[in-house]
Structure formats: structure tokens, C-alpha cells
């Protein structure tokens, strides 16, 4: 067995061990336990093989991005286990099939991060998103959380079915399932091939080929954007994350968007589809419309779940800005690995800034709307300021990571010359402003004379500090972490 493939087979592993275990005896603590150790070992291993060679299969790619992207999502997944057992203790559910389908939806993550076939990834993405049926369904006593689940299978299953049908329009023009496929066949140099009305009238069949492949280009891109919740796919996000227990919203935030967008980027820069003006287009018009919408939806909302997830639509659109940028002749830096770079900081960055903000969310248990934070920082000031930290770097502040994400972005954008999605990004982050900002206000409001400051567990300070740190310290001295993203970039 290839080296490169030790994480996966010990997250196999310790799915085997706890479902040995579940039959054997349910304890909570040993699910808890064994989960931990499984992941804890993964990431190890995942660690250990950034600086390891590359290496390419049929169905499976490692390069350092795959392994770097992979381990940054296991020491994610370690930190939100790490909160896990107290906050399923008080639920009064059965948890340990819960610690069963989080290794499910891990595995189907890391190996959607490395897939470079369609078999592979729609293997993946199916393991993922069945497992996340059942955690957003989890819970008995959430009363919508039955429902979330339901909606959430109708629109995986839906989502599933165009990209099938796109991988269906692709094979047929290509005969083959590998994401290069595109980039290598012949039908790829037609679709690449200039616009000329000519064209179509001596050569019909050509215009068949190219109108079949893009549609299928179409299809997956659509499926994808039901995954990353972008515009016009985006209307069953808030439902979802306000239905589903809060640590699978976390994960649905997290891992289900983070594994999506990866493979999205792959199959954007390995299918060349940068050479594709109609997918160029309507990649751009999700962009803009996914940042603007998002935010604007977010201006509406009175609960933190549901600002969450309207700006998670956002900050996708964003991201989508820099699929404009790669490979792009019109940069005007020298460093042609600048624009994966950003992408990769800005990725990670926000995904750390999600989890940070979910693991408070945990620590608030049902205190998740503006009403009820109103005065935090009165009752409780070390969550209100890391909280506070958390939003200021969703925002793009100065001294906070989500700052160097933003600026990376804002400089990847300005020298590839992409002038009017950068108009568009400046509206959309003043925007996002606006609500982040008074998220903070509220905490810092009076506090009702009636409320009492609450005492802290040691847990949740130390884990309270180590966001601040994490958040500022890399805001601050991104250099460290810059350098490991050049390292594997370049």
C-alpha cells in the first residue's frame, strides 16, 4: 500500500474499531475516545506526508497542496472534537453512532480533497453527504431537525443527479472519466476553438460536440454550487444550519464546503476551463450575484446561525473571483503560483474563523440570536471578545487572519486586472460590515439589570484564548504560515 494512503485507512480503521466497539458495549466515552484517537492519528499522518513526493493514480491525486488542504481539515475536525462530548452529553440523544458518521463524512472528505476521476469523487460526495442525512437528522429533541435532514437529502440527491448527468454529457464526448480528460481530448481543443459563426455552418457536428461538453460543464458546475450554497442554489442553507444540531452545522459548514470547492477548483484548472468563455461568464455572474445576494440576505437576519450562513454564500463568491484568476496571462506579478496561494490562504483562513466562531456558538448552547447575546460582554467578557475577534475577521479587519485572507484576495484580484468583480467585492464586504459590526454592538449594549456574569469552565477559557491567539496571532504574523503555503505551492 502507497504511504500516501495512511490516512484514510486509519480513519477506516477507526470506523471498523467503533463499530466493533458500539456492538460490543455503547459507551459514550469510548466513542468519544476512539474517535479522537483515529483523528488525531490521521492528521498526524497527514502531517508527516506534506513534504513526502508526489504522487498520481487513476482515481487518485497527492501532490503538497491535496496533502496540506487535507491536513489543515483533520486539525480542524480535531479542535471541533475536541468540544464534542460535553455538548452531545447534555442532548439527551444516543452519540455514539453521531461519532460513527463524522469519521463517515471525514473520509468522504479527504478522499473527495484527492480525487481526480469522477468515479472517485462521486464515491466521495455520496459517503459525505448521506453521512451528513443522518447528522443533520440527528437529534430528537431539535424540533426541526428531522425536517433539515429531509430537505437536505432531497437537495443532495438533486444536486447529485445533475452532476451525474453532466459527467454523463462529458463521457459521452470524451470516453473517459478523469477530471484531465477535458484538458487532453480533442473535443477540449474544440471547445477552446474561436466563436466564429462559420464554424457552425460548415461543421455542425462540432457545434453539437462543444454545446454537449459545456453543457455538461454546466451540470457539474450547478451540482457544485447546491454544495457550496451559491446563488441561484443557495435558498436552503439558512434552513439547514438553523435545524440541524450546531456541531453538524459546523461540520456542514466546514467540511461538506471546504472538500466541495476543492474539488471545484481541480476540475476548473485540470479541465482548462478557463478556456471555456461560457463557463467563464457564468462562474463571474455567480460570483457577483453569490456576494451581493449573501450579504443582503444577512442585513435581514436576527439569528447568528442564519448571518452564518447567508455570508458563507459571500465569502464563496469571493473565493470564486480567484478561479477567474488561475492561469491567467493577465497578472501582473511574476509569481504565476500567487493566485493559488491566495486562494489556499483564503480558504483555510476562513474556515479557521468558522470553526472559532462555532466552537462559541457551543459554549452559548441555545444563545444563538441577537436578542439573547444583547449584553454579553457584561455577563460574560472572554466569549463576548473572542467573539468579537471572531466577527471583525469575518469582516476583514486589520490584525485578524481573515485581514490577510481579504488582502490576499484583494491583491491576487487587482494584478490579474479583474476591475469590475473587485468593484463588486469592496460593495459586498461594506456590506458585510454593517451586520458584523452589530453583532459586536449588541455584546457591548447594557446589560439588563436582572442578568449576572456567568463563571467560565476552564475548558471553554482555554479554548476561549486559544481562538484570540489563533485568530490574531497569524493576523499578525502571517509570515510563518505564508511560507509553509508558498512551500507547497511552488
Same mark, same amino acid.
Given at each position: ?38 483523528? &488525531? ?30 491536513? $489543515? ?75 433539515? $435532514? ?69 451540470? &457539474? ?174 469582516? $476583514? ?25 473587485? $468593484? ?67
Amino acid at each position: 500500500m502507497n504511504i500516501h494512503y495512511l490516512p484514510a485507512s486509519i480513519l477506516l480503521a477507526t470506523i471498523l474499531i467503533l463499530l466493533l466497539s458500539i456492538a460490543l458495549k455503547r459507551s459514550h466515552i469510548h466513542a468519544f475516545v476512539i474517535t479522537g484517537a483515529g483523528l &488525531i492519528a490521521a492528521c498526524l499522518a497527514q502531517v508527516s506526508l506534506i513534504e513526502a513526493p508526489a504522487m498520481s493514480e487513476l482515481l487518485f491525486i497527492f501532490t503538497p497542496i491535496n496533502v496540506f488542504i487535507s491536513a $489543515g481539515l483533520l486539525a480542524i475536525l480535531v479542535f471541533l472534537w475536541s468540544q464534542l462530548y460535553h455538548w452531545l452529553d447534555k442532548s439527551g440523544n444516543t452519540n455514539e453512532e453521531y461519532y460513527l458518521l463524522l469519521l463517515m463524512a471525514t473520509l468522504g472528505a479527504v478522499s473527495m480533497i484527492v480525487s481526480q476521476h469522477f468515479a472517485s469523487f462521486f464515491l466521495s460526495l455520496e459517503l459525505m453527504s448521506l453521512s451528513f442525512v443522518g447528522l443533520i437528522a440527528y437529534s430528537r429533541n431539535i424540533p426541526n431537525s428531522q425536517e433539515a $435532514g429531509v430537505k437536505y437529502l432531497v437537495l443532495s440527491a438533486s444536486a447529485s443527479a445533475l452532476i451525474l448527468m453532466g459527467v454523463a454529457l462529458i463521457y459521452l464526448q470524451t470516453g473517459s472519466l478523469t477530471f484531465d480528460a477535458l484538458s487532453t481530448n480533442s473535443l477540449q481543443q474544440l471547445t477552446s476553438f474561436p466563436l466564429k459563426q462559420d464554424i457552425y455552418e460548415y461543421d455542425p457536428t462540432r457545434l453539437n460536440s462543444l454545446n454537449l461538453t459545456t453543457t455538461g460543464m454546466i451540470f &457539474i458546475l450547478i451540482g457544485l454550487c447546491f454544495k457550496l450554497s451559491l446563488v441561484p442554489c443557495h435558498l436552503w442553507v439558512a434552513d439547514i444550519f438553523e435545524g440541524a444540531p450546531l456541531p453538524t452545522t459546523a461540520l456542514l459548514a466546514i467540511v461538506s464546503k471546504l472538500a466541495s470547492f476543492i474539488v471545484l477548483w481541480r476540475m476548473f484548472s485540470y479541465g482548462e476551463w478557463q478556456t471555456n468563455s461560457t463557463i467563464l461568464d457564468i462562474i463571474a455572474l455567480i460570483a457577483v450575484t453569490s456576494m451581493l445576494i449573501g450579504n443582503l440576505l444577512a442585513l435581514q437576519q436576527d439569528r447568528l446561525l442564519r448571518i452564518l450562513a447567508f455570508s458563507s454564500i459571500s465569502h464563496f463568491g469571493y473565493l470564486l473571483i480567484i478561479l477567474l484568476l488561475l492561469q491567467t496571462n493577465a497578472s501582473l506579478l511574476k509569481d504565476i503560483s500567487f493566485n493559488l496561494e491566495a486562494m489556499i490562504f483564503y480558504l483555510l483562513a476562513y474556515m479557521i474563523t468558522l470553526t472559532g466562531t462555532f466552537s462559541v456558538l457551543m459554549q452559548l448552547e441555545n444563545n444563538t440570536s441577537i436578542t439573547q447575546i444583547t449584553g454579553l460582554f457584561w455577563r460574560q467578557p472572554l466569549q463576548a471578545t473572542s467573539l468579537s475577534v471572531l466577527m471583525l475577521s469575518l469582516a $476583514g479587519i486589520p490584525l485578524t487572519i481573515g485581514f490577510m485572507g481579504k488582502f490576499y484576495l484583494v491583491t491576487a484580484t487587482i494584478s490579474g486586472q479583474l476591475w469590475w468583480p473587485m $468593484g463588486f467585492l469592496v460593495i459586498a464586504s461594506v456590506i458585510g460590515l454593517y451586520f458584523y459590526l452589530r453583532i459586536i454592538m449588541a455584546m457591548l449594549a447594557k446589560a439588563d439589570t436582572s442578568s449576572v456574569p456567568s463563571k467560565l469552565g476552564m475548558k471553554d477559557r482555554l479554548t476561549s484564548w486559544f481562538i484570540i491567539v489563533t485568530v490574531i496571532g497569524i493576523g499578525t504574523f502571517p509570515s510563518l504560515f505564508s511560507e509553509m503555503l508558498k512551500a507547497v505551492t511552488h
